[in-house]
């Protein structure tokens, strides 16, 4: 059985709105930790979506930002004599 913060009713006269289906169990974990602040659950959650995220990381623009610390890229020549290399003799103990 999930929580729902609205009704069907609320949420056709709001102009967005979204109902979110929680275990019953995390729904009063979430109550407990807004009343602990003294916010209805409602209240709570607008002060969270309001939130400024305060340590955003700048994301990496490319996949190669990702893996430019180990530095260049191996070259086609490399990888091909790298393949021939590890799989020479394979297969001749079969």
Same mark, same amino acid.
């Given at each position: 059985?999930?929580?729902k913060e609205r +009704?069907?009713?609320?949420a056709a006269e709001s102009e967005s709105a979204m109902?979110?289906? &929680?275990?019953? /169990?995390q729904a009063a974990a &979430? /109550?407990?930790k807004a009343a +602990?602040?003294?916010l209805t659950l409602k209240g709570w959650l607008e002060r969270l979506a309001e939130e400024t995220p305060t340590a955003v990381q700048k994301p990496l /623009?490319?996949?190669r930002g990702i893996l430019a610390k180990y530095g260049p890229a191996p070259s086609g020549e490399e990888i091909?004599?790298?393949? /021939?290399?590890i799989f020479r003799g394979f297969g001749?103990?079969?």
């Open positions: 059985m999930g929580w +009704s069907w009713e609320d109902m979110i289906e &929680l275990p019953d /169990k &979430l /109550k407990a +602990s602040q003294g /623009k490319t996949g091909d004599q790298n393949r /021939k290399d001749e103990n079969f």
